[in-house]
């Protein structure tokens, strides 16, 4: 997905990802068991704002174990994009091989309001004024618009 | 000139490449989403299996027929496939990795985020997801982007009650949790050639802890004799002089024991600030400090003494619980009251095998603190294993004894 619209869920810097989901929960290949435990260590009420939201996070999102039940877990919580200063880069890569859009940017959150993106022409929109994003490489925009780096590799196979 | 990175990857920080991987390796965490996902990619193609290593360590024996099952189905694959495997009781994949597998100048992608470990033998060595990495399976190869690099240079000698872990966490601590975020840490300078290749292993492996893509050293007549010993011939990497985003300079002989408090890796008092607090438990092992000169550290600490706290001590591999059997340092733990687990990741990740209680305090010797890691409600501290074999004869944090 390279463009998209949703509501700002902010979080603080440096949010690892064993707050994103907990090592106790990883043991399963039900993903909504991921979904139902998403953030729980860090705000049970967060959650419940997932669905179409676009998380904008402070620095170095993601840190922490590889686990990609982590990225997982916001996609299927309904997250359309998740925006923040700088990321983890096993996060990023996650985030982006999944079809979850990581977007490099430095923005101002306020808590519900409208926010829009395109990667493709490499913006993001929060209450009218447009922030330029950090480019993708081209491949990580191809695996992208594929909706991952599965559904990339299958049109290649 | 090049960094280190830029002559392994073969090109100028900045430049996207694809490289062929000499070695990839998946847990039993991670193993179990790749070959999910690989199987998505509609893949019965597999890149070399001689190449693709499968441990069994995060939570080893399974914790529960849940995790059992789950288990049961990677470990089929993975004999059925001819990928390497090391089951239950083989030790930490970052351990075995550092046996003899790994060797200069090779490009290792681990789906583990301390896989910076092996960085330490002069390898390009970093961590993936399980998307990555059933890539990987598929093709035998990932793309990646040539680091920046941070050198950090090294005077002296550690002294007194320091370690490696004390200097680890101290230049975590000078870069903060996202200092090294997509850089490469390089370790140079004359205080190097002061570090054994167990010492090396721990300061790469908590590489990640500032965000970084791996920590290397450049294998030189210490990487060449340890690997020797492991049966492989190697050569010594000559450094080049180059350009390093960042300059950091650490004299060892300033280092003091430390002692990372919760929530975060990169927060550090002295250890004689925090003396005297009480703990719930001491936990010993991990990729970090679990190796056998660890072991053979603590075990000369507690040696005909008691441990005041429960004190859990998981091996690192089998190679070092088979080399404490031997030389007798294991009866010495045990006497000492200290409980031993089967080699592998014991409770660092928080799923078995001594997880904390709802405000529990632990002192550790693993890489990382984060809020209810090791169990709900519970504390991490982080140290080195001297400071740790001192506080477990007292049952709060104590100063190291100085050698
Ligand atoms: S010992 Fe801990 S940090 Fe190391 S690989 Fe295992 S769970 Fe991860």
């Given at each position: 997905m390279m463009q998209g619209i949703g509501h700002a869920v902010c979080l603080g810097q440096d949010i690892d990802t064993d707050l994103v989901i907990a090592g106790r929960y990883l043991r399963t290949k039900d993903h909504s068991q991921w979904v139902a435990h998403v953030f729980?260590?860090?705000?049970?009420?967060?959650?419940?704002?997932?669905?179409?939201?676009?998380?904008?996070?402070?620095?170095?999102?993601?840190?922490?174990?590889?686990?990609?039940?982590?990225?997982?877990?916001?996609?299927?919580?309904?997250?359309?994009?998740?925006?923040?200063?700088?990321?983890?880069?096993i996060f990023f890569r996650n985030a982006i091989n999944i079809g979850l859009p990581a977007i490099e940017c430095n923005i101002t959150c306020t808590e519900g309001q409208k926010i829009r993106f395109n990667l493709a022409d490499g913006w993001v929109e929060a209450e009218g004024k447009q922030y330029p994003i950090r480019p993708l490489s081209p491949r990580m925009q191809e695996i992208l618009a594929a909706g991952g780096l599965v559904n990339y590799w299958k049109a290649r196979s | 000139m090049s960094t280190l990175s830029e002559r392994i990857l073969g090109a100028p920080h900045g430049n996207y490449v694809d490289r062929k991987v000499d070695r990839a390796y998946v847990c039993d965490g991670t193993g179990m989403l790749t070959l999910e996902t690989w199987k998505r990619m509609g893949a019965a193609r597999l890149s070399d299996a001689s190449r693709l290593h499968v441990f069994f360590d995060h939570?080893?024996?399974?914790?529960?027929?849940?995790?059992?099952?789950?288990?049961?189905?990677?470990?089929?694959?993975?004999?059925?496939?001819?990928l390497t495997l090391s089951d239950i009781g083989g030790g930490i994949c970052h351990?075995?990795?550092?046996?003899?597998?790994?060797?200069?100048?090779?490009?290792?992608?681990?789906?583990d985020s301390h896989s910076c470990t092996s960085g330490a033998f002069g390898a390009f060595s970093t961590g993936v997801g399980a998307t990555d990495m059933a890539a990987i399976w598929l093709t035998g190869e990932t793309w990646f982007r040539v680091p920046d690099s941070i050198a950090i240079h090294l005077s002296g000698s550690l002294r007194g009650g320091a370690e490696a872990k004390d200097l680890a966490l101290s230049y975590v601590n000078r870069l903060w949790m996202d200092g090294g975020t997509y850089c490469a840490l390089e370790f140079i300078g004359e205080g190097v050639k002061t570090l054994q290749m167990d010492e090396r292993l721990t300061l790469c492996n908590m590489a990640v802890e500032t965000g970084a893509k791996t920590g290397m050293f450049y294998a030189d007549d210490i990487t060449v004799q340890y690997l020797a010993a492991k049966g492989q011939t190697v050569r010594p990497q000559v450094p080049e002089t180059c350009t390093y985003i960042r300059n950091l300079e650490l004299d060892l002989g300033d280092i003091v024991p430390v002692v990372a408090v919760p929530h975060r890796v990169d927060t550090i008092k002295p250890v004689q600030d925090l003396a005297g607090l009480p703990l719930d438990q001491v936990f010993v092992g991990t990729c970090t400090n679990g190796?056998?000169?660890?072991?053979?550290?603590?075990?000369?600490?507690?040696k005909?003494?008691?441990?005041?706290?429960?004190t859990i001590i998981v091996p690192a591999s089998r190679q070092v619980l088979s080399e404490a059997v031997r030389t007798g340092i294991l009866a010495d733990l045990v006497d000492a009251g200290c409980t031993i687990g089967t080699p592998g990741c014991g409770p660092c990740l928080?799923?078995?095998?001594?997880?904390?209680?709802?405000?529990?305090?632990?002192?550790?010797?693993?890489?990382?603190?984060?809020?209810?890691?090791?169990?709900?409600?519970?504390?991490?501290?982080?140290?080195?294993v001297a400071t740790a074999a001192a506080s477990s004869l007292t049952g709060e944090i104590t100063e190291p004894e100085v050698a």
């Open positions: 729980e260590d860090l705000d049970t009420s967060i959650a419940p704002r997932l669905k179409g939201a676009v998380i904008v996070a402070g620095k170095n999102f993601g840190c922490g174990s590889s686990r990609e039940q982590a990225a997982i877990a916001l996609r299927e919580a309904g997250v359309v994009a998740v925006i923040a200063p700088t990321f983890a880069r | 939570i080893v024996p399974a914790n529960n027929s849940t995790t059992a099952t789950l288990q049961h189905e990677l470990r089929e694959f993975a004999c059925n496939s001819s351990q075995v990795m550092s046996e003899g597998i790994v060797l200069p100048g090779e490009v290792v992608v681990g789906a190796r056998y000169s660890d072991l053979v550290r603590f075990a000369k600490i507690v005909g003494r008691k441990v005041a706290v429960r928080g799923a078995h095998m001594g997880v904390l209680g709802e405000g529990e305090v632990c002192l550790s010797t693993a890489n990382r603190n984060f809020r209810n890691r090791m169990g709900v409600g519970g504390e991490i501290y982080l140290s080195s």
